[in-house]
């Protein structure tokens, strides 16, 4: 077949003219990205081939640290953490719309710890664990969180809600069974306080996310409030928090002289 001519009175139709210019346009663009694409991959793909040749400054880090680059900060985390930090999340159930979405909430949980605890973020001191608490059966679930780097721990509830001293007028005790999702499985929670190996437990819903390092904190829970370092620890505490109300409620309106 061979070419097709348009009619003239195409070629002198304004909106032939208009489309024509318009395709134009775009084979220009989609031709210009397509070299900026083929630019880009040249560039970089020689980068991860021949790797930047360490220099004296990097080699005398420790062998635990690779290379950063020029605009990344210089970790100053000690080689060893302060102490291992437990973060727990509580899986009681596996339905079919959680089974669907548990690996990747899950993955971005666990993903937001590590990039908050050591060694992985620079100015952390606390290395972290991942644990599942678990009731009963709930494959498929465990596949995932154990994927998503949880490792899982079985419980049984730790009280029974029989045991449950009510005063007069409370109906904790009949009504917990159907509190919220999961009623009185929810005392499993609990269970945290007997991880005695770690210094200290966070137990986290599933749907969290941690946005920065909760060192602060950790360094007032964890060194002795007697100390120079406790007592350092609360006073950089009150620099993260204060202003608040709460200061004031606390320690009044004189409340940081105090404390220094």
Known sequence: MGPVAYPSRHRNNPQWKVATIRKFIFAILFTAIS?????????IIPSFANPPTPTSSSLSHSSSHASLPNNTPTPTTPSDPITTVAYIISIFQCSPKMSQHLFDTATILQRSIKLNSHPKHPHSRYAFKLIAFTIGDIQPCDTFLKLAGFELSPQVPPINKLWIEMPEGSNLRSAIGDDGCCGDYELVKLNSYLLEEYA???????DTLILRPMDELFNVMYFDPNGEEGREARRKLVDVVAPTYLNKRVYGAEGRK???
């Open 35 to 43: 070299l900026r694409s083929n630019n880009l991959q040249l560039h």
């Open 200 to 206: 200290m437990v966070v137990h986290l819903d599933l």
């Open 258 to 260: 105090q404390m220094e």
